[in-house]
T-cell receptor
Framework: DTAVSQTPKYLVTQMGNDKSIKCEQN?????MYWYKQDSKKFLKIMFS???????INETVPNRFSPKSPDKAHLNLHINSLELGDSAVYFC??????????????FGPGTRLTVL | GQNIDQPTEMTATEGAIVQINCTYQ??????LFWYQQHAGEAPTFLSY????GLEEKGRFSSFLSRSKGYSYLLLKELQMKDSASYLC?????????????FGTGTQLKVEL
């Protein structure tokens, strides 16, 4: 009964490659997010989708392209991987994007290592 | 812009009480969250404050002062399993959106 799941859990790849990370939530939430946590454990939001619509797009290189085929899925595709992309990527979801109290539930993370 | 400050590390003794502080400067304020993150795991929600005052939840309490841009997380009766990173996060946007801006986290070590 996993709430927010991500695949793969670990990803090791060479510089210049293209890779994808998948995320799925079975909580019935309307909003999903991608976060990047760097080596100093700083957690920073990258994107957010509400009902398949992009609502938050932080200053992220356009090599990163999120895709939401439906509100239960939010995938992250990364082109031309660079050393600095090495980090843990967390997917999260919440009930909606409104102003009321709505905690975000995080997936287990994908540890990406670019060699 | 947003600026959130927390101590980098703290050490406390099992059974004791520890207070982890968080100060913030954000453009707009719509709630402050505390998350716990064990090494190699996902952050998990601990508490939420949007009005001034103390919110208590078992061994954990969180306090907010909006005028001072200040919050703290209070952990009582510390247990070894409380050793983790504690992340303060502010939701700066009002009227929509659920963007969270996180601090760098406080690594708490609980010792015997």
């Amino acid at each position: 009964d996993t709430a927010v799941s991500q695949t793969p859990k670990y990803l090791v790849t060479q510089m210049g490659n293209d890779k994808s990370i998948k995320c799925e939530q079975n909580l019935g939430h309307d909003t999903m997010y991608w976060y990047k946590q760097d080596s100093k454990k700083f957690l920073k939001i990258m994107f957010s989708y509400n009902n398949k619509e992009l609502i938050i797009n932080e200053t992220v290189p356009n090599r990163f392209s999120p895709k939401s085929p439906d509100k239960a899925h939010l995938n992250l595709h990364i082109n031309s991987l660079e050393l600095g992309d090495s980090a843990v990527y967390f997917c999260a979801s919440s009930q909606d994007a409104g102003p009321s109290y709505n905690e975000q539930f995080f997936g287990p993370g994908t540890r990406l290592t670019v060699l | 812009g947003q600026n959130i400050d927390q101590p980098t590390e703290m050490t406390a003794t099992e059974g004791a009480i520890v207070q982890i502080n968080c100060t913030y400067q954000t453009s707009g304020f719509n709630g402050l969250f505390w998350y716990q993150q064990h090494a190699g795991e996902a952050p998990t929600f601990l508490s939420y404050n949007v009005l001034d005052g103390l919110e208590e939840k078992g061994r954990f309490s969180s306090f907010l002062s909006r005028s001072k841009g200040y919050s703290y997380l209070l952990l009582k009766e510390l247990q070894m399993k409380d050793s983790a990173s504690y992340l303060c996060a502010v939701r700066p946007i009002t009227g929509g959106g659920n963007k969270l801006t996180f601090g760098t986290g406080t690594q708490l070590k609980v010792e015997l």
